[in-house]
């Protein structure tokens, strides 16, 4: 196994301190991809509840928890974090930025 980098070893940190974020009924309705310099982060629709949120507001909201814990652990700001919509490639429901 190779040696982490340092950018590694913080991305880690981060992404541990992103699934303490609070969710619907716990269920982490979110996949990380880290890639320097940045953590992608997509919605991962199998853990939605479609039952108790047949549209979706519940699993925006989980995911912006999850930003706001990035954010607030990241020592250079919410530079590194990107959303970037749905796991399964659908078009997401969170509303980023354009260009974000």
């Not at 507001?57 to 959303?83: F, K, N, Q, W, Y």
Request: hydrophobic letters at 40%; proline letters at 12%; one cysteine or more.
């Amino acid at each position: 196994m190779a040696e982490l980098t340092p950018w590694d070893k913080d991305a880690v940190a981060l992404v541990g301190q992103a699934v303490l974020a609070p969710s619907s009924h716990n269920t982490q309705p979110w996949v990380f991809l880290l890639g320097e310099p940045l953590i992608d982060l997509l919605a991962d629709r199998t853990r939605a509840l479609p039952a108790n949120d047949p549209e979706g507001r519940e699993l925006s909201i989980s995911g912006g928890d999850c930003v706001t814990c990035v954010c607030s652990a990241a020592p250079h700001g919410p530079r590194c974090l990107r959303p970037r919509g749905d796991a399964a490639r659908r078009p997401s429901r969170w509303p980023w930025p354009a260009g974000a």
